[in-house]
C-alpha cells in the first residue's frame, strides 16, 4: 500500500435528474488517514459518502478502495449514519453479532467475544443486553460504531454521526471518536456540518463548494496528536476554524461554462 493509497477518487460526478450533485471530484486518503468533508447543506457532502459506501452509483469517475473499484456496498467500508440504524427488536449484544455473522471462521462464540469487545471499547459495558429503545441517543451510536468497527473495515464512512445528539454529548462522542481512532489507527472520512469537529478530528479537511459539488480546497490540520477537545482553545486550532469557515461561505470562482450557484442560494 503506498502512502496515498486507501482510497482513491478521479473525475467522480453524480447527477440526480437535472440536479448535479457532484461534478470531477478527485480525492486520495492514505491509509490511516482521518479526513473531514465540510461545506455548505446542499453541497453533494452525503452524495460523495454513498458513492463511496457503494450505495449510489457514478454518473461518472471512478471510487477505488485499495485498488479495487467499488461496484456496490462491501464489508471493506463501514458506515455510520446520523441516525444509528440498529436493529430495535435485536439487543445491542446481537445487533453486533448479527453484523459479524459474514465473518468467515468466527463461531458463534467467536462472535459474541467480539462483539463484548467492541462493546466495551465505545464504553457500552453492562448493557450489552440492552434493547436499542432502552438507550440514549449517545449510546446508540456508541453501539453503531462498535458494530462498523467490530467486522474490520479498511475505511469507516461517517455522516454526521453526532448531528442528532445534544450538544454535551455530542462533546463526549468526539472524545470517544479522538480515543478510538487514536488506539485504532483507521482510515476515517467524516462529514459533519461542525467545523471544529472536523478540525479536532481530522488530518485533513476537504472544503467542498456548493452546487454542482466539487473540492474546493483541501486545508492540513497541522496540529500535535494525540488530541483533546481542550486543543480548540488554541490560536492555531481557532485560526484554521475561522478560515475553514471563510471558504465554505465564500462565493465561488465560476468556471467557464460553469453554472455555479451563489453559496448564499444553498438552503
Ligand atoms: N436521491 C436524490 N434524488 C434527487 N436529488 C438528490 C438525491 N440525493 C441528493 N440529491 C440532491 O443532490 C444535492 C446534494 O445533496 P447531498 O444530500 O449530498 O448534500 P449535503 O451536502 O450532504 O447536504 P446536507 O449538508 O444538507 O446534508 C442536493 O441538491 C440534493 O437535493
Given at each position: 500500500m503506498n502512502e496515498t493509497g486507501k482510497l482513491r477518487i478521479a473525475g467522480l460526478a453524480k447527477r440526480f435528474g437535472d440536479v448535479v450533485a457532484l461534478d470531477g471530484v478527485d480525492l486520495a486518503v492514505a491509509e490511516n488517514e482521518f479526513v473531514s468533508i465540510v461545506g455548505a447543506s446542499g453541497c453533494g457532502k452525503s452524495t460523495l459518502l454513498s458513492l463511496i459506501a457503494g450505495l449510489e452509483t457514478p454518473s461518472e469517475g471512478v471510487v477505488e478502495v485499495s485498488g479495487r473499484p467499488v461496484t456496490g456496498p462491501g464489508r471493506d467500508r463501514g458506515v455510520v449514519f446520523q441516525q444509528a440504524t440498529l436493529m430495535p427488536w435485536l439487543t445491542v449484544q446481537r445487533n453486533v453479532e448479527f453484523a459479524l455473522?459474514?465473518?468467515?471462521?468466527?463461531?458463534k462464540a467467536d462472535r459474541a467475544d467480539r462483539a463484548r469487545e467492541f462493546l466495551g471499547l465505545v464504553g457500552l459495558e453492562g448493557f450489552e443486553q440492552a434493547f436499542p429503545a432502552q438507550l440514549s441517543g449517545g449510546m446508540q451510536q456508541r453501539a453503531a460504531l462498535a458494530r462498523s468497527l467490530s467486522y474490520g473495515p479498511e475505511i469507516l464512512l461517517m455522516d454526521e454521526p453526532f448531528g442528532a445528539l445534544d450538544a454535551l454529548t455530542r462533546r463526549t462522542m468526539q472524545e470517544l471518536l479522538l480515543e478510538v481512532w487514536e488506539r485504532h489507527r483507521l482510515t476515517v472520512l467524516l462529514v459533519t456540518h461542525d467545523i471544529d469537529e472536523a478540525v479536532v478530528t481530522s488530518d485533513r479537511v476537504v472544503v467542498m463548494s456548493p452546487?454542482?459539488?466539487?473540492?474546493r480546497e483541501i486545508l492540513d490540520v497541522p496540529i500535535a496528536r494525540p488530541r483533546s477537545l481542550a486543543s480548540e482553545r488554541t490560536t492555531e486550532f481557532r485560526d484554521l476554524a475561522d478560515a475553514i469557515l471563510a471558504l465554505i461561505h465564500e462565493r465561488p470562482e465560476p468556471r467557464s461554462g460553469g453554472s455555479e450557484v451563489p453559496a448564499a442560494a444553498a438552503e
Open positions: 455473522r459474514g465473518e468467515a471462521g468466527l463461531s452546487r454542482p459539488g466539487r473540492v
